[in-house]
């Protein structure tokens, strides 16, 4: 099992170590390996690496920052991360929604809540049938992580026919992101059974495609991806097995 990495924000230090202690307790009983840090300052916290964490346990109600806010900076950069909101307000509930919350917990903090974030966290990472697969990229503005299916689709740019000006660029639910790499490159380390290239210039997740038309591809966000002839038939098929498996 791959090192699994907790971060735990709250302004309340008590919160913080009560957190933590029930943590490393579940941990425990469970032999599990995981490495977790400890914030009271948002601006500490904003400052260190969170690319590499794994699960997030984010008080909404704290000064500077609140957790809605946090959670849009950590989901530009490393969207594969699970952020669970401690909260006694319901009043920020619906605007989480933006930040795909995985899950929340309500005070007073208790070692059911808890155990039962962890147990939810560890069989959706490791022991559900099917992995959540996600690939790092260097963007123009550092490291980022992206699962895969947030991915909706990916156009390489030449537009000066100059080596140095070849950029990918990545569109997601919440994000743009420019890559200076193959766009061939790039989709080897996609998961070929959900990603289809029907252009020379785009790579698309089959799960956001709305209609196909006679030469191109309307997305469920209205953006149209041409669909060159030598490549429609083939690329139909890859659609129809992907309806007929998935749906």
Do not use: W
């Not at 009043?91 to 933006?98: G, L, Q, R, T």
């Not at 966290?121 to 022991?127: G, L, N």
């Not at 959900?194 to 038309?213: A, T």
């Amino acid at each position: 099992m791959d090192k699994f990495n907790i971060a735990i924000v709250d302004d309340d230090p008590m919160q913080v170590k009560e957190i933590s202690k029930l943590c490393k307790l579940y941990l425990q009983n469970h032999s599990y390996s995981a490495k977790i840090e400890e914030y009271t300052n948002t601006m500490l916290f904003l400052e260190s690496n969170y690319l590499e964490l794994n699960l997030i346990l984010l008080d909404i109600d704290m000064p500077v920052y609140n957790g809605i806010e946090i959670a849009r900076k950590i989901k530009n950069v490393n969207q594969a991360c699970f952020i669970c909101f401690i909260t006694d307000y319901s009043d920020y509930i619906f605007e989480s929604y933006e930040v795909h919350a995985f899950d929340y917990i309500c005070k007073p903090i208790s070692k059911p809540k808890v155990f039962k974030l962890l147990d939810d966290v560890y069989k959706y990472t490791y022991f559900e049938p099917v992995k959540v697969h996600k690939s790092t990229f260097q963007t123009t503005t550092g490291r980022v992580i992206l699962t895969h299916n947030e991915i909706i689709y990916l156009e390489y740019f030449d537009k000066l026919k100059d080596l140095f000006n070849r950029v990918v660029k990545i569109y997601t639910n919440n994000a743009t992101y420019i890559v200076k790499e193959k766009i061939s490159h790039i989709y080897n380390e996609l998961s070929n059974d959900i990603f289809i290239i029907p252009h020379k210039s785009f790579i698309v997740n089959m799960n956001y495609i709305k209609i196909f038309r006679h030469n191109e591809i309307i997305m469920t966000n209205n953006v149209v991806i041409p669909l060159s002839q030598k490549r429609a038939s083939g690329v139909r098929k890859q659609f129809n097995e992907f309806i007929r498996e998935n749906f």
